[in-house]
């Protein structure tokens, strides 16, 4: 979201971009990082989304 990363893949790309788009219609919004290894349900589930690609 603050653009620190780069992706050669298109699908992602999109995607940022609509997200951006979206976040456009709020008068505010934030985001908070939380660390994998502090989130282990997130992380877990991150994993197994991408296994199922």
Request: hydrophobic share 35%; net charge negative.
């Amino acid at each position: 979201m603050k653009g620190a990363w780069d992706t050669n893949d298109p699908e992602l790309r999109e995607k940022r971009v609509r997200v951006h788009e979206l976040l456009e219609r709020f008068d505010e919004w934030s985001l908070t990082h939380v660390p994998r290894e502090v989130n282990d349900r997130a992380d877990e589930l991150a994993n197994e989304a991408l296994d199922d690609d």
